[in-house]
């Protein structure tokens, strides 16, 4: 059974940083797109960044470009997104999402497997 977890969501201040972790098992992604997505409530889930299967190619949403970094770490079947600068709109919950594609993809359409979601509160 292929789960993706993640962690490192909470609570922090205007400003602050964040670093979400999705550790993925039951499957290797290492020749995999991987992505971020939020989704505040009562909107759609929408697109944060994403990452090639090499970690050559990376892509941001607008919103979060210079302040959001994407990263991957294949020995340990895990993605990272650093969140820096947060401000109160990025408030939302945070899904890792991995796709069975190597190029990335900003579609949630185009990913297979997403993970439960954790929570980024960022108070002003």
């Known amino acids: 059974q292929v789960q993706l977890v993640e962690s490192g969501g909470g609570l922090v201040q205007a400003g602050g940083s964040l670093r979400l972790s999705c550790a993925a098992s039951?499957?290797?992604?290492?020749?995999?797109?991987m992505g971020w997505f939020r989704q505040a409530p009562g909107k759609e889930r929408k697109f944060v960044a994403a990452?090639?299967?090499?970690?050559?190619?990376?892509n941001y949403a607008e919103l979060v470009k210079g302040r959001f970094t994407i990263s991957r770490d294949d020995a340990k079947n895990t993605v990272y997104l650093r969140m820096d600068s947060l401000k109160p709109e990025d408030a939302a919950v945070y899904y890792c999402?991995?796709?069975?594609?190597?190029?990335?993809?900003?579609?949630?359409?185009?990913?297979?497997?997403w993970g439960q979601g954790t929570q980024v509160t960022v108070s002003s």
């Open positions: 990452i090639s299967w090499d970690s050559i190619t990376t």
């Open positions: 039951g499957r290797t992604f290492a020749r995999n797109a």
């Open positions: 999402a991995g796709a069975t594609r190597r190029a990335y993809t900003t579609r949630v359409s185009e990913y297979d497997y």
